[in-house]
């Protein structure tokens, strides 16, 4: 089992930056992924960004050049640096992490931070 705890959302005005972090506790070394998603009031919920065992990563085409995930194998972090944020960035961001153990693949989901960008 894995838990997961988002922290860092809030209020930004549009063009600044927040830096949103998950912490991963439980059986983490069968994390195979970690990412980021979002879901905006009335739409369905978006990968964000991802990233995999061995570094590679994913972002949507709509935060590329701006977002950035990273990740801290020893503390078990993962982290999204968001900068130029804009009002349509608004929305409930969750970490997700995929597990394989046992050739069982299981996905895992924090509870969501809310990041809110005025204009």
């Known amino acids: 089992q894995v838990r997961l705890v988002e922290s860092g959302g809030g209020l930004m005005q549009a063009g600044g930056s927040l830096r949103l972090s998950c912490a991963a506790s439980g059986s983490t070394s069968s994390i195979t992924a970690i990412g980021w998603y979002r879901q905006a009031p009335g739409k369905p919920r978006e990968l964000v960004a991802n990233i995999r065992d061995g570094g590679s990563t994913d972002y949507a085409d709509s935060v590329k050049g701006r977002f950035t995930i990273s990740r801290d194998h020893a503390k078990n972090l993962v982290d999204l640096q968001t900068n130029s944020l804009k009002p349509e960035d608004t929305a409930v961001y969750y970490c997700?992490?995929?597990?394989?153990?046992?050739?069982?693949?299981?996905?895992?989901w924090g509870q969501g931070t809310q990041v809110t960008v005025s204009s």
């Open positions: 997700r992490a995929i597990t394989t153990r046992d050739r069982l693949v299981q996905q895992w």
